[in-house]
């Protein structure tokens, strides 16, 4: 038995990285999936893999008119929609008086204003399946600086106050609202072409308490617990997934 058997969640950013993972780990859990991102290929083969159970829709989380399509097709495709994680983003990096406005504006559009899109249009769905869950990415940088992060970490700042804002106004309707903060993973936001890993390895050895980068299967069994029953008492919250990297820097070996 899945611990998500019956469900219905809809990922976005699904075609590659974090979101596929979370993909692949719901549908092993039982739960239908409806993978969302711009990549149409990618998306379109993650989904034809997983067989029945899942469906691939385009989705630019910047665009209204997207969301409501997507919503509108998990239930024309499922008949309900019970979770949603919102884990599309994009990275930029740029010291504060190298970064553009148009530049900033872009990191905005999709991390901080495809969430709220994203929360906006579920939520009277996942109210009337009886309620569901929400789960935001955000990052470890939404809690500390990072320099030339400036407009991604500005964003995923704001993805954890909307957590919080959005878990007291739903929570009435029976959605939970939580977010994850990961620390820095390998994934092809962050290693492009996959031809840096070594160099990850090297900055998270020094960084990092637990020694490493960590691995996009790690944030979906999070992504996973904050979708499930195991965490039905817990909403509102930023969950750090980083290593210890938050806790401190750790002396060298």
């Avoid at 692949?24 to 989904?47: K, P, Q, Y």
């Avoid at 160099?199 to 020694?211: A, D, H, N, S, T």
């Avoid at 069994?221 to 979708?227: D, I, V």
Wanted: charge should be negative; include cysteine; charged fraction near 20%.
């Amino acid at each position: 038995m899945g611990k998500l058997d019956g469900r219905v969640v809809l990922i976005t950013g699904a075609a590659r990285g974090q979101g596929e993972w979370e993909a692949r780990l719901f549908a092993a859990e039982g739960a239908r999936v409806v993978l969302a991102d711009v990549l149409d290929d990618a998306g379109t083969a993650v989904a034809k893999d997983l067989g029945e159970g899942a469906r691939y829709v385009h989705l630019d989380v910047g665009d209204e008119a997207d969301w409501v399509a997507a919503v509108a097709l998990a239930k024309e495709t499922f008949g309900t929609l019970d979770g949603l994680v919102n884990n599309a983003g994009i990275l930029r990096y740029g010291e504060l008086e190298g970064t553009s406005l148009t530049e900033y504006q872009e990191v905005v559009r999709v991390n901080q204003i495809g969430p709220f899109l994203g929360m906006r249009t579920a939520a009277p769905e996942l109210a009337a399946a009886g309620g569901g869950t929400i789960v935001n990415t955000a990052s470890y940088v939404a809690m500390a600086g990072m320099a030339t992060l400036t407009a991604y970490a500005a964003t995923k700042a704001a993805v954890v106050a909307m957590t919080r804002v959005a878990a007291l106004e739903l929570a009435g309707r029976g959605i939970r609202v939580n977010a994850l903060c990961p620390g820095g993973i390998d994934t092809p936001m962050t290693n492009p072409g996959g031809d840096g890993a070594a160099g990850l390895e090297e900055m998270f050895r020094k960084l990092v308490p637990l020694g490493r980068p960590g691995r996009p299967e790690e944030v979906a069994r999070a992504a996973l617990f904050l979708t499930s029953d195991d965490s039905s008492y817990l909403t509102g919250q930023p969950v750090v997934i980083d290593g210890g990297w938050l806790a401190g820097v750790p002396l060298p070996s």
